[in-house]
Nanobody
Framework: QVQLVESGGGLVQAGGSLRLSCAASGRTFSSYAMGWLRQAPGKEREFVAA????????YYADSVKGRFTISRDNAKNTVYLQMNSLKPEDTAVYRC??????????????????WGQGTQVTVSS
């Protein structure tokens, strides 16, 4: 059973940056793809980004492409989400997800089998 703990959320002004971290434990981190989803109040959960087990392939939602960067450090069992040029519409709880596959042949997932508790990101206008 994988355990995921997110950190790095907070309050930032529009145009600012934040970096989220997700520390994983409980299984071989480097074997599996990881990603981020977000959910704003009153809205459905939304895919944000995913990264293959080796870090060689990355996937982004159109809404964050060019502004967000997902990366991972397999030596530290940690996945990151660098968020730049933040907008008020990025406000949401961001949750780290762990998959049971190493990469995505048909494109990124809509969901992940395992989740962290989430970290709040609030972008003020």
């Amino acid at each position: 059973q994988v355990q995921l703990v997110e950190s790095g959320g907070g309050l930032v002004q529009a145009g600012g940056s934040l970096r989220l971290s997700c520390a994983a434990s409980g299984r071989t981190f480097s074997s599996y793809a990881m990603g981020w989803l977000r959910q704003a109040p009153g809205k459905e959960r939304e895919f944000v980004a995913a990264i293959s087990s080796s870090g060689g392939n990355t996937y982004y939602a159109d809404s964050v492409k060019g502004r967000f960067t997902i990366s991972r450090d397999n030596a530290k069992n940690t996945v990151y989400l660098q968020m730049n040029s933040l907008k008020p519409e990025d406000t949401a709880v961001y949750r780290c997800g762990a998959d049971i596959v190493s990469d995505y042949i048909g494109g990124p997932p809509a969901d992940f089998p395992s989740w962290g508790q989430g970290t709040q990101v609030t972008v003020s206008s």
